[in-house]
T-cell receptor, first 112, second 115 residues
Framework: KQEVTQIPAALSVPEGENLVLNCSFT??????LQWFRQDPGKGLTSLLL?????REQTSGRLNASLDKSSGRSTLYIAASQPGDSATYLC???????????FGSGTQLTVLP | DAGVIQSPRHEVTEMGQEVTLRCKPI?????LFWYRQTMMRGLELLIY????????DSGMPEDRFSAKMPNASFSTLKIQPSEPRDSAVYFC?????????????FGDGTRLSIL
């Protein structure tokens, strides 16, 4: 059974800092890995999707990497802003239904 | 383009009542997922449809839960009878299932409170 772990559970940084969020998964037989953002009381917004054959994806200030063999992914946020404050969820797609298995998330607070 | 649309946004009802949650996936998407989010268990997959056919319902917690997808543009998740432990946020997501990898797009969820 696929298990996804995210560390840290919470992170507080001053505005302008670069930061890294970590995600690990137990079964390397994945189709892809997605990073989501969730604001309080809201749904999930897909930030980046990395296919199993890829090593990284970039979108603006976000860069996600994938090391499938070691079961690890990182989300790098450059020059953090207060608007980046949210919970970031990592999810891996695996199994016959390509269902997503989610980590418990990292709650990020960027202080002005 | 409209995203995944869920209704109602909030539902408060008494224990024992029937609850129906609704979802309209993104037009053209052929996969639909129902998830439940709680503080204790995080996000869990309940059931998955492909081309309107339920493929995997192993995540449905009990027989009190049922889901249907009568056509490509509509799905329901029903709880009958409801219990306080069913209180959670229920999300619907859709994607285009093909040989490639497509992201799942989520609705804003239905926040369900069973008193």
């Amino acid at each position: 059974k696929q298990e996804v772990t995210q560390i840290p559970a919470a992170l507080s940084v001053p505005e302008g800092e670069n930061l890294v969020l970590n995600c690990s998964f137990t079964d390397s037989a994945i189709y892809n890995l997605q990073w989501f953002r969730q604001d309080p009381g809201k749904g999930l917004t897909s930030l980046l999707l990395i296919q199993s054959s890829q090593r990284e994806q970039t979108s603006g200030r976000l860069n996600a990497s994938l090391d499938k063999s070691s079961g690890r992914s990182t989300l790098y946020i450059a020059a953090s802003q207060p608007g980046d404050s949210a919970t970031y969820l990592c999810a891996v797609s695996s199994g016959s239904a390509r269902q997503l298995t989610f980590g418990s998330g990292t709650q990020l607070t960027v202080l002005p | 383009d409209a995203g995944v649309i869920q209704s109602p946004r909030h539902e408060v009802t008494e224990m024992g009542q029937e609850v129906t949650l609704r979802c309209k996936p993104i037009s053209g998407h052929n996969s639909l997922f129902w998830y439940r989010q709680t503080m204790m268990r995080g996000l869990e997959l309940l059931i998955y449809f492909n081309n309107n056919v339920p493929i995997d319902d192993s995540g449905m917690p009990e027989d009190r839960f049922s889901a249907k997808m009568p056509n490509a543009s509509f799905s329901t998740l029903k709880i009958q009878p409801s219990e306080p432990r069913d209180s959670a946020v229920y999300f619907c997501a859709s994607s285009l299932f093909d040989r490639g990898n497509q992201p799942q797009h989520f609705g804003d969820g239905t926040r369900l409170s069973i008193l």
